[in-house]
């Protein structure tokens, strides 16, 4: 019927990972839970939650000018079996940002996009994963140090995918900075002329002085 309001009815699958997204705290992450549980959390959070990446940034030193900036990211987790049938947590992990970087170029800032994607696994303790790293493909971490700053281990990953040195794909170097002084600029290539000193001298003239060949004394 025209002008009837539609309600409209959130599904299953959403509410779930609504749900999901409220019972797991990303700061104070239950990994293996969250695997359990096929969890999933998508957020947006402000960049200033990521101290370490935030310093990289020079929206700090640009005050107001500079835009909000903030981090999108997403995590999936589930439980995978390896070759030996034992099942362990797999963690997925998205992110995305804009950083204001000093271009290398011409010295003025320069918005760089940064993103990472990273898998990880999870073992029992950490004899076992630094073992496993090594030769995994995946990142191997240990649930042996508890919950997991899901935070700081996406700005971990995010640091390292800054660009080692951040340039425009067009600008032009500054001009060098020249100073003009006649003085200095004459000082200078007075010392760098070492003869100049003794054209000088050699051009004064003489002045008598007792005790000189100035010639014999009248009685």
């Known amino acids: 019927?025209?002008?009837?309001?539609?309600?409209?009815?959130?599904?299953?699958?959403?509410?779930?990972?609504?749900?999901?997204?409220?019972?797991?705290?990303?700061?104070?992450?239950?990994?293996l839970a969250f695997a359990q549980a096929g969890?999933?959390?998508s957020q947006e959070t402000a960049l200033h939650e990521f101290p370490r990446l935030a310093r990289e940034s020079l929206g700090g030193f640009l005050g107001d000018a500079a835009p909000a900036a903030s981090v999108h990211w997403q995590a999936q987790a589930s439980m995978r079996r390896s070759a030996d049938g034992q099942a362990a947590p797999w963690l997925h992990c998205q992110a995305q940002t804009i950083l204001l970087l000093q271009c290398q170029r011409c010295l003025q800032p320069v918005p760089i996009t940064v993103s990472s994607d990273q898998w990880f696994r999870f073992v029992a303790t950490e004899a076992q994963a630094e073992a496993e790293d090594e030769d995994a493909q995946e990142d191997?971490?240990?649930?042996?140090?508890?919950?997991?700053?899901?935070?700081?281990?996406?700005?971990?990953?995010?640091?390292?995918?800054?660009?080692?040195?951040a340039k425009h794909a067009d600008c032009t170097p500054p001009a060098p900075l020249v100073h003009q002084d006649a003085a200095f600029d004459a000082a200078q290539a007075q010392k760098r002329n070492p003869f100049a000193q003794l054209a000088h001298l050699a051009t004064r003239p003489l002045q008598a002085g007792n005790g000189g060949d100035g010639g014999e004394q009248a009685d």
């Open 39 to 41: 969890g999933q959390i």
């Open 140 to 165: 191997v971490l240990s649930l042996e140090s508890g919950p997991l700053d899901l935070l700081a281990l996406i700005e971990d990953d995010l640091l390292m995918a800054l660009p080692p040195v």
């Open 1 to 31: 019927m025209a002008g009837a309001m539609v309600r409209w009815c959130a599904s299953p699958a959403f509410l779930l990972h609504r749900h999901m997204e409220k019972n797991f705290n990303p700061r104070r992450l239950d990994v």
